[in-house]
């Protein structure tokens, strides 16, 4: 027999609290990153001089596997102080390395902001702090929306990178199961179908999000 | 030179790299007055306008307005390149319109009118409000108030453009080529505004324009550009009843010719 039905039903339980870690990691994963990547694009712009130094920073953690810094901060951080549970630790490297990835999001946003509206806004006499945050923020972001959620998406679909160290997500849950009964098949099958539930249903919302906002353009 | 002018220039120079756009430019504007900037592309009247409006730097010379140094300032009798506060103060007295209106696309007609006042100048909301409503009403777009940009036609978006510039009352207003980007059947009516505004406003205006019809009944004086020196200038009857230079009547004989 390759399918077990009742064995399947039996850890769907233990599965859920799992997910719900999964889904706890996703979103404060992504928040940060949302937050800190449009935190660092700001920054760039609004002091030129952070520029380089960001750059070369966002080169570094987009350059280096994700499973590498969240070792790095799990296990190195204690020699420098920074004792963290596995679950922050690793929302943490996943939070920093996906804003990586979105403040280049965010970069190309506000770069399509024709230079025109800056010049508008200067022979207004508004500042370049509230030029920045009252009329380029608000013109930059809905167009990157579909991309960052393409970002929280992808995200999602790397946490099992978790199970490296010992958070009870999803992975780390089947892969228990599995040494426990020996049966991998339900677990790991049941891990993969709510994956995939997960990312259909939000590229789904993402296209919703995204047809909203041509809308929005075209209004 | 002109006692007490609103706006001078004084041997005002810009480059682009080694190319002079404008050069040693003189000029005074009175207050009040009227004066119409034409010339061929590329002659420098945008640049004029940008320097004014505190867009661009001037490379040498001085731009004063109301007498006082707009490109550098005076502190204990020293002469000092102008910091942020001082630019902003001076740009405070100016106000520019574009060729291609630079609405904000985010906001409404009266959110594109009440920003700026209510950021810059401290209003409240509804100081800002009412009085953004009193220009809206008088651009002719009262009822349009809540709509944004894009569901404006291009002469109602150049019309907004106006208002809001003028809601940070400046007493001096450039017009860059308000009406180059416009459908021909909406020219009329931003012309018209900008007519009214002369008429019942104290406003110091210079309107850089193609449309020599409009400049000769709306301008008292008309300065003509060439290679970003001005190559002649007077009264706006005279300018085009008799002008001087070769090279003033070869330019107006081409525009004429084109359209
Ligand atoms: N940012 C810039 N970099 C390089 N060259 C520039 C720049 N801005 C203007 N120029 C050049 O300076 C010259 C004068 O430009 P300006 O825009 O002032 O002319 P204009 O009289 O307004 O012309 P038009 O009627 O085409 O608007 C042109 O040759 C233009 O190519
Ligand atoms: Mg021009």
């Known amino acids: 027999m390759i399918w077990d039905w009742a064995f399947a039903i039996e850890i769907l339980p233990r599965l859920g609290q799992a997910a719900i870690v999964t889904v706890q990691a996703t979103v404060m994963g992504f928040a940060l990153a949302a937050t800190l990547g449009l935190g660092l694009t700001l920054a760039r712009i609004a002091w030129p001089r952070t520029a380089l130094p960001i750059s070369v920073g966002v080169e570094l953690v987009r350059s280096t596997p994700l499973l590498i ?14 004792v ?3 679950l922050t630790a690793g929302t943490l490297a996943i939070g920093v390395h996906y804003a990586a990835y979105c403040s280049e999001v965010y970069r190309a946003g506000f770069e399509a902001v024709p ?8 022979a207004l006499n508004l500042n370049r702090g509230t030029a920045l945050m009252r009329i380029i923020l608000p013109q930059a972001i809905p167009p990157v929306i ?44 049941l891990v993969g179908l709510f994956f995939l539930g997960m990312s259909l249903i939000s590229a789904a919302l993402i296209r919703l999000v995204e047809a909203r906002i041509t809308q929005g353009v075209r209004r | ?8 220039f004084q041997n005002v120079t810009k ?16 207050r009040n007055e009227k004066v119409a900037i034409i010339g061929a592309s590329g002659s420098g009247k945008t640049s004029l306008l940008r320097m004014l409006m505190a867009l661009d730097p001037v490379d040498s010379g001085e731009i004063f307005i109301e007498g006082e140094p707009l490109t550098h300032m005076e502190r204990q009798g020293k002469r000092l390149p102008p910091d942020m506060a001082h630019i902003r103060r001076m740009r405070g007295k100016v106000g520019m319109v574009f060729q291609s209106f630079n609405l904000f696309p985010h906001l409404t007609a009266m959110g594109n009118c009440i920003e700026a006042p209510m950021r810059v100048l401290g209003l409240t909301r509804a100081a800002a409000i009412e009085r953004a409503t009193e220009l809206l009403e008088m651009v002719g777009l009262a009822s349009r108030k809540d709509y944004y940009p894009s569901q404006l036609s291009g002469g109602q978006q150049q019309r907004v453009a106006i208002a809001r510039a003028l809601a940070m009352r400046p007493k001096v207003m450039l017009f860059d080529e308000v009406t180059s980007a416009l459908d021909p059947e909406t020219v009329g009516e931003v012309l018209t505004v900008i007519r009214r505004l002369g008429e019942e406003h104290d ?20 300065c003509f550009l060439h290679q970003g020196r001005i ?15 070769e090279r003033t009547r070869a330019f107006l004989r081409a525009v004429l010719e084109a359209g």
Not at chain 2, 17 to 27: A, F, K, P, Q, T
């Open chain 2, 231 to 245: 190559c002649e200038e007077a009264p706006a009857r005279d300018f085009f009843h008799n002008p001087q230079n």
């Open chain 1, 115 to 122: 230079r025109s509206q800056w010049e508008a806004a200067e």
């Open chain 2, 203 to 222: 406003l110091t205006m210079m309107v850089v324009t193609h449309q020599m019809g409009f400049a000769r009944e709306f301008a008292d004086r008309v």
């Open chain 1, 69 to 82: 810094q969240i070792f790095v901060l799990y296990f190195v951080g204690p020699e420098i102080g920074l």
């Open chain 1, 146 to 189: 579909p991309a960052l959620g393409n970002y929280l998406v992808a995200l999602f679909k790397e946490t099992p990178l978790l199970s490296a160290i010992a958070v009870l997500e999803l992975m780390q849950t089947a892969k228990i199961i599995g040494s426990e009964s020996f049966r991998y098949t339900e677990p790991i099958t």
């Open chain 2, 15 to 30: 480059r682009h790299g080694s190319h002079i756009v404008v050069d040693g430019l003189n000029l005074d504007v009175a």
């Open chain 1, 84 to 86: 963290l549970d596995a």
């Open chain 2, 1 to 8: 030179m002109m006692q007490d002018p609103m706006v001078r």
